[in-house]
């Protein structure tokens, strides 16, 4: 990923040392028109104009407050920024953007703007409105990675809504609507399909979609603030006392690294939020612990259970079963949605619910 570019510091000329298919995911990303058919060289020119012409724009309608950390850093020290983390994906970003580059410099890995760039950026930055736009785009989607943790999919117009009138924020729909779609084209935890925000985690989006089209009398559950900005995280943080127990046990039955048990978990927690049932789950499980006897997998049942019964459901708007069956009667949600002691149980184990989760 860290190139060597001896020296070299002008757009074009780091630009023209990648290949023309890198080349090409940035004319994509851009959608820089007229360039498909050019010679390396002549497209690493095309690139870097398209770019000096419009850094303004994409600064306001791309750049998230991780990559402009970095940038800011990098713009510290003449265009270089020493890096020692571990996340290549922000790194692959910024390449893609064609902003910023991975590089070696005196054998140390570094992020490198291009020279030809570095005062049309300060020009930038120094209007604070500029940066005010950025920092807002961020906290909007961090609110809205927040609450597709517990809806999964919703419409583009219903999440602006619940931003403006439930949480009471000013957005520029249009605006929003580029960040977004430019941010999902770059990283891989948050989905666009047509109009519709999606978690990266459905295994399905149109049958989950179809799922809660049918359940028209469930509103979306509502979510403070806070409850939001936990669950941006997703992770040990956002868990609940079920997902924390069930995380405990494994802790203390298998030999497995925290790590690793954690990842399990949220595994498993993606699994319970897309309604997969019981059987499936634990053939999943058995994928990653390959459990040793069947008496292994009997004793995490109840654990999983209590997931399936206490985790917030894609399929119910961030309900969860136990949400359902506790409501006996609300303006938003019908009597019919709720689960009855003799109805099938939702895990799928075929008995009545009385008789298996909600016992």
Not at 166 to 187: E, P
Request: proline share 2%.
């Amino acid at each position: 990923m860290f190139k060597d570019f001896k020296g070299k510091n002008l757009s074009t000329e780091i630009l023209v040392s990648y290949t023309k298919n890198e080349l090409d995911e940035t004319r994509r990303y851009y959608s820089i028109q007229g360039a498909s058919s050019l010679k390396k060289a002549d497209l690493a020119k095309k690139i870097s104009e398209y770019i000096k012409d419009n850094l303004k724009n994409i600064f306001l309608n791309c750049l998230n407050t991780e990559e402009l950390c970095l940038i800011k850093e990098a713009l510290c020290n003449e265009g270089i920024y020493y890096y020692d983390e571990n996340n290549t994906n922000i790194l692959k970003a910024l390449k893609t953007l064609g902003l910023a580059f991975p590089s070696l410099i005196n054998d140390k890995n570094s992020l490198v703007i291009p020279s030809d760039y570095l005062s049309i950026i300060k020009d930038i930055l120094a209007d604070s409105n500029n940066e005010e736009v950025i920092l807002l785009n961020n906290k909007t989607l961090t609110l809205i990675k927040g609450c597709l943790y517990h809806y999964g999919i919703i419409s583009f117009d219903h999440m602006i809504n619940i931003l403006t009138v439930n949480l009471g924020m000013n957005l520029d729909k249009d605006s929003l609507k580029i960040f977004l779609t430019n941010y999902a084209k770059r990283y891989d935890d948050l989905k666009i399909r047509e109009d519709l925000l999606c978690h990266s985690g459905i295994f399905n989006i149109e049958s989950l979609w179809n799922e809660q089209e049918k359940k028209s009398s469930i509103s979306y559950k509502p979510l403070d603030i806070n409850e939001i900005l936990i669950s941006s995280e997703e992770g040990k943080n956002a868990w609940n006392y079920y997902e924390n127990k069930f995380y405990t046990y494994l802790c203390s039955n298998l030999e497995l690294c925290e790590k690793d048990i954690e990842n399990v978990v949220n595994r498993c927690i993606i699994w319970v939020k897309n309604s997969f049932n019981l059987p499936t789950i634990l053939n999943y499980l058995n994928t990653y612990l390959h459990f040793k006897n069947e008496g292994e997998m009997v004793l995490l049942t109840p654990y999983i259970k209590d997931l399936m019964n206490n985790s917030s459901l894609w399929v119910l708007k961030g309900y969860s079963n136990n949400d359902i069956y506790n409501i006996s009667s609300t303006p938003t949600m019908a009597l019919s949605n709720k689960i009855g002691r003799n109805d099938p149980c939702p895990c799928g184990s075929g008995k009545k619910y009385k008789k298996c989760c909600g016992n």
